[in-house]
């Protein structure tokens, strides 16, 4: 049967999946039709109340009757009616099903094989995969059989005959069996080619020499695009193969895509794959960090005279620090699996939990926090699977669990391991602000009946007195007094913990040392009675009168004490002879005496050995002299450590993990890779027949190639990826993919390799454009209102066109992702088609772009010939300037409001500030003592990190000196939110004014950011709090992309308000205009006249934000926001409503 969810870390092994479902299915239709066996009564001229063998209770029993066991059975096998062999078969799988032996059947049932019926096909073939293992000879004869239902024309006996062949294990039909995998890895049904994958690990471990033909068929099955095949054939790459990672470079891209559709446990096998397979293939996410932390120690220990190597060791750590950009396929793996953390499944929430451990950077950790913490509702087994790996990540990154530190409170109804485990976790999280609330837990743990429970609560307080030096002296007065408790074990453990404190600062203690003395009478437990003699004996210049006293008593008691006591008592005596030798000399002898006569070989050497060493007689030699510094040395206190410290070298979810110990099959997490290997070998080839279906289409392919081979031109096809990946749209790299979170992948493969192809030319064509712009004249930028009005709505038709079409490669959830990616491209790329230069020549009076921009707009106009006009007529030489018409409509610049324009993502670009941008003040400049600053939220993707919010902050020095040294300090966050300052400016000039952009995580919430800002002689204090629509960035959606995305934030998600329209808002385009000014929204194309519709993100999660006003005729009008976020939701309601009531 299956076992539960989170102890199977990875899928059950080959075809018995199958069999056991087949098993399943099989023993409730039997169940349900038991009732049908009547007719065989009738039959029989038997009464329904005979006993039946079949079913009998005692059947198998001690006392049952053998002979006549299955004879009706056998009866029914052998009849000419397909209805009894029916309901034999049924009879024959329930009674499998429930565990009872059917072996004795076999002849009977395989010649039903070649039954014509496929119902009792299918069920012969369940109990041949059965038993097919156990009886091989009788197997064997019907091979042909077997062979004959491999071409039969009903999938399930294709895949049935393939499984029982698969499970005759016998050396000599490995060749057949080869065959058939071969043909059914070409089958046209996923299920039977799933079978095949299954069948492949079963014939490489009958044969592992087949190895090289079995990796052939992997590879091309590998290939196959059905979410059926997908998790088998991984699972059997893993058995067979794990090694050949070549073979996954061309499918990474598909599974990563697939994943989501896959069933759980191939999820589970595939998750846990491209673990593995992205450490080899990625950089480490968190490189820098590390590189820092190392520096920062050096810096912090090193002396005055070692300042010039230390700046030299701090520059080659500069050095080495280059600035991370994260591999787009990297990206795709993380965004893939994120949403599988809401699986039923607790394996998979499992699997890809240790992926985001072991791949993603720190600041994205945190989500499966709260993944895992779901899981703990769950049994206890799954609860123990998970506490354990969430033990092994607190110890490295504690704060991802702090804010769920009531999950892990312990209830009474918990079995000891899972109380245990808990107290781990409530260990490691503490620090210095909840250690108050985790004391007090434990002192409410100490009073529980679970005696193992009581022991690990008093050492999780002990190690919580370690770890936080504030608490140390509270916890050793508690455990003190937990040493008048009635119950001996919690006096024992308390003791051994006590004496494990003081080992830190002894001196400060000797009344605890004298309080413990006393207790040596009354305390049995041997470990308690060892750890207060061992105490004694170190500390004995701390209590110089009572230890004598102790020694005296324990020599009287020695003969009946415990081993370990015994051993204690010899080492209390040697230390009392060297520091106390006129009180304690014959006491020591005497108990050396009995020490040389005792049972216990290791105390009679123990006792020869100390006497030897601290007695001086002529025949002692040279380390007599040294005694006392053997036997009195200092000793370093005791660090108590987790259990779990060292366990993360084990790969997270991984039995090995659970065990700490290295279990059978298990593979390594390979090491993050020095340099990044070559990101070109996961690209796909497609034949050209599939990328262009119509002449059309080819004609649109070849006026986009400047566009894509131009975005490459500028840095490389690597460089182009990583900008791209970095600027947080989730694209795939320039060269590689622009994959869809759907799994279509005839679309996306179509996308990837046309970016190949035109990588040849794109050089050659770089220069001619280079050539080309020398030769233009510049033209200023004329802007007409006539023009303006002038376009028509068959204009506004075309160009809605072009901005679907421009869409149409993504589906479903991933839609929003890669037409904001397309958006993000056509930014970096310098030559733009026309729509989008008439697109800047409409923004160009808004945001009042600097005169260059338009310039080079103007170059761009006269170069291109527009996208929007295909349909009319054929692209013109390059060098025949076209001349650009301008035909967009005022209302159609609202619907294309939220492009950002940015010319390059390279560096984070500054905006001028405009009527639509509001400033806002951070520094006076009365309070900066001349230093005036102002901020705006510019609404430019932040290129170093796409979860910021650029924050754009104008330095204006109204003093008639220099400021210098401008830089921030002391960034004080809320738990999650991250700042990205600003480079350091060196020197601001009297009376001048300067613009930077700095990004902001504010983590989807409207906390102020509070840092710093210093220059060289002052520091001040200042915050920035964002409006909540700044927290967005805009999503472009097709109408029914709109709709169903809505469709999906219903509920609670959803806000609805009714208002009444400001005297202003008298038509659409002020409505829009408002809108998009409290928000960073963009336009959603829509149908009606009476509704207006926007769509963003949250910049930080990518939560979606869709936002809907319709008007009324009465002049009112309904509000409604859609939001994951039901906060951000709220607020942005309020926003807007301001906004459309004025």
Request: charged share 30%.
């Amino acid at each position: 049967m299956r076992a539960p969810p989170a102890l199977s870390a990875s899928a059950p092994r080959n075809g018995s999946r199958d069999s056991v479902s087949a098993l399943r299915r099989s023993a409730s239709s039997a169940a349900a039709e038991m009732s049908a066996s009547s007719a065989f009564s009738d039959e029989k001229g038997g009464s329904a109340s005979e006993p039946e063998y079949g079913h009998d209770p005692a059947s198998g029993g001690i006392f049952s009757s053998d002979y006549k066991r299955h004879d009706d059975l056998k009866e029914m096998l052998d009849s000419n009616k397909d209805s009894l062999k029916l309901e034999a078969m049924k009879r024959i799988v329930a009674m499998i099903a429930r565990g009872k032996n059917a072996s004795d059947l076999f002849p009977a049932v395989v010649k039903n094989v070649a039954c014509k019926n496929i119902e009792v096909k299918k069920l012969v073939y369940v109990y041949l995969v059965r038993y097919a293992e156990e009886q091989q000879d009788l197997a064997l004869l019907s091979i042909s059989t077997f062979q004959r239902g491999l071409k039969d024309p009903n999938q399930l006996i294709r895949a049935s005959a393939l499984r029982v062949l698969s499970s005759i294990r016998v050396t000599i039909i490995v060749p057949i069996m080869m065959l058939a995998i071969k043909e059914a890895a070409s089958d046209m049904s996923p299920y039977v080619r799933k079978t095949a994958a299954h069948a492949i690990p079963k014939l490489h471990s009958l044969d592992p020499e087949q190895k090289d033909q079995l990796i052939e068929v992997i590879e091309k099955l590998l290939a196959d695009k059905t979410t059926l095949v997908a998790g088998s054939v991984v699972m059997a790459f893993e058995e067979v193969c794990p090694d050949r990672i070549d073979l996954i470079h061309k499918n990474y891209r598909k599974l990563c895509n697939l994943l989501i559709d896959v069933e759980e446990w191939g999820q589970v096998v595939i998750i846990n794959m491209l673990t593995r397979y992205a450490r080899t293939q990625f950089l480490n996410p968190n490189i820098n960090e590390s590189l820092l932390e190392d520096s920062g120690e050096k810096a912090f220990y090193a002396s005055d005279d070692e300042e010039d190597e230390d700046k030299k060791a701090e520059a080659a750590t500069l050095a080495k620090r280059k600035p991370y950009v994260m591999d787009p396929d990297h990206r795709l793996l993380l965004r893939n699996t994120k949403p599988l953390l809401q699986s039923r499944n607790a394996a998979v929430v499992m699997a890809v939990a240790q992926l985001y451990f072991h791949l993603a950077p720190k600041a994205e950790v945190g989500i499966i926090a709260k993944a895992l913490v779901r899981l703990m509702r769950s049994h206890s087994e799954v609860q123990y699977v998970v506490l354990q790996n969430v033990a092994t990540m607190t110890i490295k990154r504690r704060g991802m669990f702090e804010p769920y530190l009531k999950s892990f409170y312990i209830r009474s109804t918990d079995p000891t391991q899972i109380k245990i485990l808990k107290l781990e976790v409530l260990t490691n999280l503490a620090n210095e602000t909840n250690i108050s609330t985790i004391l007090r837990e434990f002192q409410t743990y100490i009073k529980s009946m679970d005696k193992d429970f009581v022991a690990a609560s008093i050492q999780a307080i002990g190690r919580c007195a370690t770890n936080i030096g504030e608490v140390r002296d509270t916890c050793l007065n508690g455990l003190v007094q937990l040493l008048s408790n009635r119950d001996e074990l919690v006096v024992a453990e308390s003791v051994v913990v006590i004496k494990k404190l003081l080992q830190m600062q002894p001196e400060q203690h000797s009344d605890i040392i004298k309080h413990m003395a006393k207790l040596i009478d009354n305390i049995q437990v041997p470990m308690a009675r060892a750890s207060i003699l061992w105490l004694i004996g170190e500390y004995c210049e701390h209590v110089p009168k009572i230890a004598p006293d102790v020694l005296r008593k324990m020599a009287k008691s020695f003969t009946n004490e415990e081993d370990i006591v015994k051993l204690q008592i010899i080492n209390l005596a040697a230390k009392l002879y060297l520091t106390n030798s006129k009180q304690t000399k014959l006491l020591t002898q005497y108990v050396l005496n009995l020490a040389k006569y005792d049972q216990n070989y290791d105390i009679r050497d123990r006792a020869r050995f100390i006497r030897q060493l601290i007695v001086p007689t002529d025949k002692s030699g040279a380390l007599n002299k040294y005694a006392k510094k053997l036997f009195l040395a200092l000793k370093p206190a005791p660090v108590l450590e987790s259990p779990f410290k060292d366990r993360d070298h084990f790969q997270l979810g991984s039995l090995s993990h659970l065990l700490n110990a290295k279990a059978g099959g298990y593979q390594e997490l390979p090491d993050w890779p020095e340099s990044a290997p070559d990101p070109s070998v996961r690209n796909v080839e497609i034949p050209e027949w599939s990328k262009c279906t119509s002449r059309k289409d080819r004609k649109e392919k070849k006026v986009e190639k400047p566009f894509y081979s131009d975005s490459e031109g500028e840095s490389g096809p690597t460089e182009s990826a990583d900008s791209e990946s970095d600027s947080g749209s989730g694209s795939e790299s320039a060269s590689g993919s622009e994959e869809s979170g759907s799994g279509s992948e005839s679309e996306d493969s179509g996308e990837e390799s046309e970016s190949e192809e035109e990588e040849e030319d794109e050089e050659d064509q770089k220069k001619k454009r280079k050539k080309l712009d020398k030769t233009k004249p510049k033209k200023p930028v004329v802007e007409s209102a006539e023009s303006e009005q002038s376009s028509g709505a068959e204009d506004r038709k075309r160009v809605r066109k072009a901005v679907k079409n421009q869409k149409s490669a993504s589906e479903s959830e991933s839609e929003s992702e890669s037409s904001e990616s397309d958006d993000e491209s056509e930014e970096e790329s310098e030559e733009e088609s026309e729509s989008d230069t008439d697109i800047r020549k409409k923004k160009a009076p808004v945001s009042k772009q600097p005169p260059k921009q338009s310039k080079k707009e103007s170059k761009k106009e006269t170069q291109e010939m527009s996208l929007l006009d295909l349909d009319d007529f054929e692209p013109s030489p390059a060098s025949a300037p076209v001349t650009p018409v301008n035909f967009l409509s005022s209302s159609l610049v609202s619907d294309l409001e939220g492009l950002s324009l940015t010319d390059t993502i390279l560096a984070p670009t500054t905006i001028a500030p405009s009527g639509l941008i509001k400033m806002y003040e951070l520094l006076h400049r009365i309070t900066g003592e001349g230093l005036g600053v102002e901020y705006c939220f510019s609404r430019q993707p932040f290129s170093p990190d796409p979860n910021m919010v650029a924050v754009q902050i104008q330095f204006t020095n109204n003093t008639n000196s220099e400021t210098k040294n401008l830089h921030i300090e002391e960034p004080r966050l809320q738990s999650g939110m991250r700042i990205r300052e600003f480079a350091e400016i060196e020197v601001l000039a009297a009376g001048e004014s300067v613009t930077v952009v700095m990004g902001i995580d504010f983590c989807d919430s409207t906390q102020a950011a509070n840092f710093q800002l210093c220059t060289h002689t002052r520091k001040f204090f200042v915050s920035i709090q964002p409006p909540v629509g700044e927290l967005m960035t805009p999503a472009f959606l097709t109408e029914n992309d709109f709709k169903k995305e809505q469709g999906k934030l219903m509920g609670m998600n959803e806000i609805s308000e009714k208002l009444t329209l400001g005297g202003k808002c008298v038509n659409e385009h002020v409505i829009v205009e408002r809108v998009t000014a409290t928000a960073n929204l963009s336009r959603v194309p829509c149908g009606s006249d009476k509704e207006c519709r926007f769509a963003g993100k949250t910049v930080s999660s990518g939560c979606l934000v869709l936002v809907t006003v319709a008007t009324k005729d009465t002049g009112g009008a309904q509000l409604t926001v859609n939001c994951e976020k039901m906060v951000i939701g709220t607020m942005l309601v309020k926003d807007i409503l301001q906004a459309l009531s004025q």
